[in-house]
């Protein structure tokens, strides 16, 4: 069955610093792999996409990577802040037509505290 | 402004009954999902439309129900026959289709608690 695997331990880093959480997929194909943020007690917000073809994406302070042989991505913040203390799930998502509205399913969710 | 509604945002409610949670978006969105979210878990598929009156089972898709008559709503009745229904429930559209990312915009969320 298809899995999806992030880190479930909590990650404490320094402000400043750079942030690298990882997300790791079985039996799964994606053709776009999805990163959301989400704040307690709030539902997540979209963050980026990277997509099969792209090794790697940024967003000002964001970067993601797509390795399809890992069967991983990689979602960097640098020069984090406390402001990004927050809990950062990935989706693995199937591309093309009705699939881009079928089924999507989460990861467990890091959660990641910037210390100031 | 655009956007999904989820209400109520607290409901409490005794063993035994139904309640039904209400999801609205004015996105224009084909797809709307429905997830539950246990403490320090992640997300979990109940239900998922793509379209008007059809939907799909998630992974945890029993004791809930659900309907799509509008493309705009996306009601979750969670019955009696959910033998552990207190969590915090998200409600998501995404879409238009082809060419879409299939990015989803999730509501704020509506926690149940079972007295």
């Known amino acids: 069955s298809q899995k999806i695997e992030q880190n479930s331990e909590a990650l404490n880093i320094q402000e400043g610093k750079t942030a690298t959480l990882t997300c790791n997929y079985t039996?799964?194909?994606?053709?776009?792999l999805q990163w959301y943020r989400q704040d307690p007690g709030r539902g997540p917000v979209f963050l980026l996409l990277?997509?099969?073809?792209?090794k790697e994406k940024r967003k000002e302070r964001l970067k993601v990577t797509f390795d399809t042989t890992l069967k991983q991505s990689l979602f960097h913040i640098t020069a984090s802040q406390p402001a990004d203390s927050a809990t950062y799930l990935c989706?693995?998502?199937?591309?093309?037509?009705?699939?881009?509205?079928?089924?999507?399913?989460f990861g467990q969710g890091t959660t990641l505290q910037v210390k100031p | 402004d655009g956007g999904i509604t989820q209400s109520p945002k607290y409901l409490f409610r005794k063993e035994g009954q139904n309640v039904t949670l209400s999801c609205e978006q004015n996105?224009?969105?084909?797809?709307m999902y429905w997830y539950r979210q246990d403490p320090g878990q992640g997300l979990r598929l109940i239900y998922y439309?793509?379209?008007?009156?059809?939907?799909q089972k998630g992974d945890i898709a029993e004791g809930y129900s659900v309907s799509r008559e509008k493309k705009e709503s996306f009601p979750l009745t969670v019955t009696s026959a959910q033998k552990n229904p207190t969590a915090f429930y998200l409600c998501?559209?995404?879409?238009?289709?082809?060419?879409?990312?299939?990015?989803?915009?999730f509501g704020e969320g509506s926690r149940l608690t079972v007295l």
């Open positions: 998501a559209s995404g879409g238009p289709g082809q060419g879409s990312t299939g990015e989803l915009f």
């Open positions: 039996n799964y194909s994606p053709a776009y």
């Open positions: 990277i997509r099969e073809n792209e």
């Open positions: 989706a693995p998502r199937a591309g093309g037509g009705s699939s881009n509205t079928g089924k999507l399913i």
């Open positions: 996105l224009n969105h084909d797809a």
């Open positions: 439309s793509q379209i008007v009156n059809d939907f």
